[in-house]
């Protein structure tokens, strides 16, 4: 379980690094009217790869973690409602990183049907940013720093 959790770990930096790379990337090529080329591509299913990589060590991690769904059938749901601790690493952290990953699929996928440049740029701006938002929004920042 020890080398999910560093996996899980580390690998989140990457995940955020491209996320925030990817979401920058689009911001930009909307509000400076960019035309989009084959590398503003790559970074976007960049993004999509390395996010449901995390998403799937994420859920191996949670099938093995006691934090995670162990600590829902050991502890029950309200007292890891009540723990915000527990809540975080039971609840919170994995719901709002499969909506990160739907967000980023979303996004990506609605992208990819636009024939010309600005649209594809708003669709992976809006879609990326919003789940950059909840990327970082539960993130266990005090495991992190």
């Known amino acids: 379980m020890e080398i999910i959790q560093?996996?899980?770990?580390?690998?989140a930096y990457?995940?955020?690094?491209?996320?925030?790379?990817?979401?920058?990337?689009?911001?930009?090529?909307?509000?400076?009217?960019?035309?989009?080329?084959p590398k503003d591509f790559r970074i976007a299913l960049f993004a999509l790869i390395v996010t449901h990589i995390q998403l799937l060590i994420g859920f191996i991690?949670?099938?093995?973690?006691?934090?995670?769904l162990q600590s829902l059938t050991s502890n029950g749901v309200s007292e890891v409602m009540g723990n915000s601790l527990l809540r975080l690493y039971a609840v919170e952290h994995p719901l709002m990183m499969i909506l990160t990953v739907v967000f980023i699929t979303v996004g990506y996928?609605?992208?990819k049907k636009k024939l010309v440049s600005g649209p594809k740029f708003r669709m992976l701006a809006i879609f990326y940013t919003i789940a950059l938002l909840f990327l970082l929004s539960r993130i266990p920042w005090s495991q992190w720093l």
């Open 6 to 11: 560093m996996i899980h770990s580390y690998w």
């Open 14 to 37: 990457l995940v955020v690094l491209v996320v925030l790379v990817a979401t920058i990337n689009a911001i930009i090529g909307v509000v400076g009217k960019k035309e989009y080329q």
């Open 61 to 68: 991690l949670y099938f093995v973690s006691p934090l995670g």
């Open 109 to 111: 996928s609605k992208h």
